[in-house]
């Protein structure tokens, strides 16, 4: 089993930066992705960016790309989750994940872990 916790969510203003951090325990070693999910109110949980381990390689949604960027600390087992130029819009939970092995990076039910999520709330 894998366990994930998010961190570094909260209040932010529009134009500001946030980092998410997602610690992972347990199996880590059989952590072949880690990505995040967001899920604003009244909408769908969607897609933001997904790293591979074997080989750093990282995938955005298209609408993600240029403000976020997805990063890892090996010896942490710690994917982090860099948001730039804030909008309204980012208000979120954003959920961590984890998959072990060959996955669609863009769909969430092929992750085998998640996190509990982290409130991400951005004010005008």
Request: proline share 2%; charged share 20%; net charge positive.
């Amino acid at each position: 089993q894998v366990q994930l916790v998010e961190s570094g969510g909260g209040l932010a203003q529009a134009g500001g930066s946030l980092r998410l951090s997602c610690a992972a325990s347990g199996r880590t070693f059989s952590n072949a992705f880690m990505g995040w999910f967001r899920q604003a109110p009244g909408k769908s949980r969607e897609f933001v960016a997904s790293i591979r381990w074997s080989d750093n390689r990282t995938y955005y949604a298209d609408s993600m790309k240029g403000r976020f960027i997805i990063s890892r600390e090996n010896a942490k087992n710690t994917v982090h989750l860099q948001v730039s130029v804030l909008k309204p819009e980012d208000t979120a939970v954003y959920c961590c994940v984890a998959a072990r092995g060959g996955i669609r990076v863009t769909q969430f039910a092929d992750y085998d872990y998640w996190g509990q999520g982290t409130q991400v709330t951005v004010s005008a």
